[in-house]
Nanobody
Framework: QVQFVASGGDFVQSGGSLRLSCARS????????MGWYRQAPGKQRELVAR???????NYVDSVKGRFAISRDNAENTLYLQMNSLKPEDTAVYYC?????????WGQGTQVTVSS
């Protein structure tokens, strides 16, 4: 089954910004609640941002005010704008539906923030 493909991760210094993108052939993002998830070394994967069918966004407390999730329905792409990055944001970032579908997890994209 075709999985979600996340891209845009990089190595950045603390305080920097990144924009992640997510795509998947065959999924119309506008029809689903979608989420960005991350997994840091030695930790469980967590949902950090979600966007509902109606466009309502929610964030985990640790990223509120710094991250912004958005969806471009015309481009069928999900985005995560990450500003004021901190070393604790270092993780592999994934996108998936919310709730996630296990068979659709992709490889994710690595974000590394140096202090």
């Amino acid at each position: 089954q075709v999985q979600f493909v996340a891209s845009g991760g990089d190595f950045v210094q603390s305080g920097g910004s990144l924009r992640l993108s997510c795509a998947r052939s065959g999924t119309i993002f506008a029809l689903y609640a979608m989420g960005w998830y991350r997994q840091a070394p030695g930790k469980q994967r967590e949902l950090v941002a979600r966007i509902s069918l109606g466009g309502t966004t929610n964030y985990v407390d640790s990223v509120k005010g710094r991250f912004a999730i958005s969806r471009d329905n015309a481009e069928n792409t999900l985005y995560l704008q990450m500003n004021s990055l901190k070393p604790e944001d270092t993780a592999v970032y994934y996108c998936n539906k919310d709730p996630p579908v296990s068979s659709l997890w992709g490889q994710g994209t690595q974000v590394t923030v140096s202090s």
